[in-house]
Nanobody, 127 residues
Framework: VQEVVESGGGSVQTGGSLRLSCESSGYTVASLSMAWFRQAPGKEQEGIAVINRDGGSTYYADSVKGRFTVSRDNAKNTLYLQMNSLKPEDTAMYYC????????????????????WGQGTQVTVSS
């Protein structure tokens, strides 16, 4: 059974950093296109970072570009989201998503394109 499980959320002050992890069981991360989404209370879900299956292409939402970096460690079978210069508006539940298709969707943050979803990890940024 394919699953993805997020971890690494927590509380941090403005300007701080966190690194989220998403571990895959079933399929290896090297065989998946993967993404990070987030949803704040009362707001729509927002796609923030996508990496394609071969790891050669990454895409970021304008809201996080230059601050967040998506990467993966095939040996650890884990996807990461390094979040720097965090702002209160980054407060949200963060979700990892994955799909076995090689190319990322167009538009890149099409949530229904991704088949597998984690339960989420909460990130809270205080001012």
């Amino acid at each position: 059974v394919q699953e993805v499980v997020e971890s690494g959320g927590g509380s941090v002050q403005t300007g701080g950093s966190l690194r989220l992890s998403c571990e895959s069981s079933g399929y290896t991360v090297a065989s998946l296109s993967m993404a990070w989404f987030r949803q704040a209370p009362g707001k729509e879900q927002e796609g923030i970072a996508v990496i394609n299956r071969d790891g050669g292409s990454t895409y970021y939402a304008d809201s996080v570009k230059g601050r967040f970096t998506v990467s993966r460690d095939n040996a650890k079978n884990t996807l990461y989201l390094q979040m720097n210069s965090l702002k209160p508006e980054d407060t949200a539940m963060y979700y990892c998503a994955a799909d076995r298709r090689s190319a990322v969707p167009v538009p890149h943050f099409l949530s229904r394109w991704f088949e597998y979803w984690g339960q989420g990890t909460q990130v809270t940024v205080s001012s």
